[in-house]
């Protein structure tokens, strides 16, 4: 019979050799354990990323209720903590949209995709732009890393 303190070194082993098989390298895991120490802390993670942080746009569509911005920013996780991200992981591509009559300072709903969702189509469609017309508002949506756009 094993103890409680083989039984936890085994799991440690399983998942090292986890993390190294499928997540990278072991060394990768401490470094996001130490930036979760940073990030724990609510005053200093205010000042991780400058309100002027870059964010490109490259097309900008004028619908009758709506503009559709697409862009793209760099993650700021790949300036704090380097190379911890995959590459496709790195530019993050989003399209903002955003009502023709839209006030400063409201609420934008952020969109996340669900495991299958390709590309901007489905969640414009079906929950931004009846946002816009219900509510008058304005929807950022995030493409998932490995459903690439070309642009």
Request: charged fraction near 25%; include cysteine; proline fraction near 8%.
């Amino acid at each position: 019979m094993s103890t409680p303190r083989q039984e936890l070194s085994v799991v440690s082993v399983r998942c090292l050799v986890q993390v190294h098989g499928c997540w990278g390298k072991p060394e990768d895991l401490k470094r996001i354990f130490e930036f979760r120490k940073i990030i724990g802390d609510r005053e200093r993670c205010k000042t991780l990323v400058p309100e002027d942080y870059p964010v490109y746009i490259h097309k900008t569509e004028e619908h009758s209720d709506c503009l559709i911005h697409d862009g793209f920013f760099i993650s700021p996780l790949e300036h704090l903590v380097p190379e911890i991200l995959p590459p496709e992981a790195v530019k993050a591509r989003f399209q903002f949209i955003v009502p023709k009559k839209w006030q400063k300072n409201r609420p934008v709903c952020i969109h996340l995709a669900g495991t299958g969702d390709h590309f901007f189509w489905r969640r414009r469609t079906l929950m931004a732009r009846p946002m816009i017309k219900e509510a008058g508002m304005a929807s950022l949506i995030l493409e998932n890393p490995y459903y690439i756009l070309l642009y």
